[in-house]
């Protein structure tokens, strides 16, 4: 990258962190439940398809609400990232249309927003952790790094959709779409090998199907991704970050005057 | 660029593309593919304007409305890139285009203070140990925790004015925003920015008070339909711009 992309990120962390915290302040401010609303939507989709998939279609997963609640997290941060990011210009043009900063900043801090909002839930994991009686495994300890390459890939889709909902609106409802056919074809609530191989196969092309795999692996079954899935996850989570910044970086000139 | 010059702009030219219709849906890009309208036209906002600015120097831009005052201060910020041209400047750069920017009324004053200096360029723990001067200049000091809700405009307005010059930029570019608050407090704003001259720092306006521009500028810029009409003196170029003003009602 031909600029010093890094270290002004680096330089702003102060702005980018401050947003992000704001954001999630603001959020929970503006609604009667406050702060147990984000945990609402996860739980009652949790309880849903727990009833469903486990009385009704009786499935066999080892630790089922565990492994739940794991997809959803993992899903709901992926989510939540993408979504905040396609609307943080717009949501703060007011901003960025009257002083300068990298406009990856904006980005760059509803991502983390996602993020924050996913550390709450990962606090209520904990306590379903403790009530099930169940010990996390060793690999556990990794989980930290699939989370750094989630939040890359997610930043990348971010910047992309962002950029491009400043000159498209209807890109918005377009992602709203993948993301509700993501959902059911990312292995959140049912296992891959559920499928017929070829299947899961090209359900496994997307980038999210393989670090939900990890996710589950890692937290709940003490088992490690292969190689090829490890190598996999990092190769598709560089190239959509970089598609994402260099799509950015071409049409950043003109954000302002499109906004 | 010499040492002791603070901005220095050369054949800056910036248009702006026009949407009689604008599109603003992938959905309306596709279709236009086989509906050909010629649907925008280039408006040329700023040809080829030179002009520099020395260290402690204060610059008054004046024009009509529409003229392209804003706009030439939006590309010195780096907030809209030019079509050609240069703009060069030495250091911090503070565009106070607009009072309190990204300022939420849900939350407190002096969380507001914060984000307000962070966008600035300040970090976190640099503006929390100035928030007690600002909200002092502020005079703003018993309404620290209260919801910027509550606050009036002229409240606001010092709020955001106290924080912006304790962020304490090299350059400040200053958009028709003089005029806030009471008397006093006007008073005040205009002790501190001749304070900030005095510290050899650079300050470019842009007003339609042409009393404020001769008071207060070392030079004044005229600029007309997007180019420098006159540049210099300000007395002189207040005067010119007086006649021409009253040729045209």
Redesign the interface.
Known sequence: MEDNFFSDVWKRR??I???AF?DV??RY??SALGFLWSFLEPLLMLAVLYFVFSTILKSDIQDYPLYLLIGLIIWYVFSRSSTLGLSSLLDKA????????RRELIVISSCLTAFIMMGFEFAAFAVFVFAFQFIPPITILLLPLLLIDLFILSLGVALLLAVLTV?????KF?WQVLLQAGFFLTPIFYRLDMFPEDIAKILQINPIVPIMDTAHDLVLYNSLPSINTTLYIIISTCVIFVIGYIVFRIKD??I??EL | MDSDTAIEVTNLTKT??IYHEKK????E?LTSFFNKKRTSEELIVLKDVSFSVRKGEMLGIIGFNGSGKTTLLKII?????QDSGVVNTKGRIT?F??LG??F?G??TAR?NT??YG???????KEIEKKIESIVRFAELEKFLDTKLKNFSSGMNARLAFSTAIQVDPDIMLVDEVLSVGDLPFQQKSFNAFMDFKKRGKTVVFVSHSLENITRTCDKALWIHEGRIKAYGDPNTVVEQYRTFSQKKS
């Open positions: 102060s702005l962190t401050l947003l704001n302040k603001l401010k503006n007011g901003i960025i249309q009257k002083i300068y900063f000159y498209f609106r209807d890109i377009i000139k003109k302002i005057e | 702006f593309r603003n849906s992938l959905y890009y910020a780096k907030i809209y890139t565009p285009l607009e920017t990204g939420n849900e939350l969380d914060v984000i962070v966008i600035l360029g300040l970090t976190k």
